[in-house]
């Protein structure tokens, strides 16, 4: 792939281009616990964006999508939001940098890759942090890695109207190959676990459903998690987030909450105790027990958070009934995408069989399977 993306650059642009990798991801577990200033446990994956960039000497940013076969010309001394969805990844980056202070003169860029759109891999994170990491290296801006998350972050509020969390990114800049991150994401501090599974491996299946709700409902649930913080803050003036409250502190004050916000408040403080266990699990090689967290983060994301959908359902409820699967849940935002599952190596082909056949009866369609290795975060490759 990077191959025919540099070929089509010089095709283009008649010039050599640097050429620069930014990857995809999976999260084990933490799901809607980032925004929360909660842990997540996410690690980068082979599934990836390639970017060929070059300085144009002008003032002007030209972009080719591989992907959407689609070109575009932007002023730079005039950044603002296009119509066209895939363009605004980019500019959003742009203009953090311009926020920040730095100048960024014309360039060409051609990108494109494997990360299916989604599917709850965090192709659009990857783009961002991808090019975030380029122009940072082409223009020697000198910016860390840590503030490049966080205007990857930012492209993504303001230009994608996501208001997400900072997992995506961080994971996509800060993959380490071989290892999954625990990141706090109110102190950014992140520690590495091997992510080695014994005989176990992640295996990854898309529904191939994508549900146009779920930007719409993503910023719903961030709404009622802060209406739940307002709330306790009244009690607990030293609340700041639901990474501040417990469980004992929600069921005290229960009867003063709507229903549904409770129980998405209820889901976040749990999810977020999960992590923390499942890291436990984990360093002591207790599979299994990190298995039951991830149904359990399942569970809650179903009914609590309200987030999954019937065909993700479906799929953790075939990995259920295998032996050969330790763990399974939906994974990011929701409302489509993939099922995480950690799979016995020597049966995965029988088990993504066994599930696409039911999937396939049930539905009408086949769930596509990813066996997913885990790499490192962005980086220049020439
Ligand atoms: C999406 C968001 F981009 C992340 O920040 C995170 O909140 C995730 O959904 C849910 O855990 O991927």
Redesign the pocket.
């Known amino acids: 792939m990077i191959d025919q993306i540099k070929d089509k650059f010089f095709s283009l642009y008649q010039q050599e281009p640097l050429l620069f990798r930014s990857p995809g991801r999976v ?1 084990l577990i ?6 929360n200033e909660g842990f ?1 446990l996410p690690a980068a994956i082979n599934k990836e964006i390639y970017f060929a960039v070059a300085p144009n000497g002008t003032q002007a940013f030209r972009a080719y999508s591989y992907d959407m076969d689609e070109s575009a010309t932007f002023d730079l001394t005039e950044v603002q939001p296009s119509q066209l969805g895939w363009a605004n990844y980019l500019l959003g980056v742009v203009a953090q940098f311009q926020k920040a202070g730095h100048h960024i003169p014309g360039f060409d860029l051609v990108f494109g890759g494997n990360i299916p759109i989604g599917a ?1 891999l ?1 192709s ?2 990857a783009v961002e942090c991808g090019l975030a990491f380029a122009l940072n290296q082409i223009y020697g801006l000198g910016v860390e890695k840590f503030d490049l998350v966080k205007m990857a ?1 930012k492209a ?1 509020h303001e230009y994608a109207g ?1 208001m ?6 961080f994971a996509s800049m800060f993959g380490k190959s071989g290892h999954v991150v625990k990141l706090d994401c109110r102190s950014l501090e992140y520690e590495y676990f091997t992510s080695d599974l014994d005989e176990y491996r992640i295996v990854l299946l898309d529904t191939q459903v994508k549900h146009s709700l779920a930007s719409s409902e ?1 910023n719903t649930r961030r709404q009622e998690c802060e209406a739940g913080v307002a709330l306790l803050r009244q009690h607990y003036p030293q609340v700041n987030s639901l990474r501040d409250v417990t469980v004992e502190m929600l069921e005290k004050h229960e009867q003063e909450f709507e229903p549904v916000t409770y129980k998405r408040c209820l889901y976040v403080v749990q999810e977020n105790n999960r992590v923390l266990e499942a890291c436990q699990d984990l360093a002591q090689g207790n599979l299994k027990g990190f298995g039951e967290k991830m149904y359990a983060s399942h569970e809650g994301l179903q009914h609590q958070y309200e ?1 999954s959908c019937p065909e993700l359902d479906f799929l953790v409820e075939q990995a259920r009934k295998n032996q050969a699967v330790l763990g399974a849940r939906m ?4 409302f489509g995408g993939c099922t995480i599952n950690i799979v016995h190596a020597n049966k995965i082909e029988e088990y993504t069989q066994q599930a696409s056949t039911a999937y396939q009866e049930h539905f009408g369609r086949e769930p596509k399977v990813y066996v997913a290795q885990i790499v490192d975060g962005s980086s220049q490759i020439s």
């Open positions: 999260n933490g799901e809607h616990t980032d925004y997540v709850g965090s659009s994170a972050q993504e996501v997400c969390g900072i997992m995506d990114q993503y987030v994974m990011g935002g929701g």
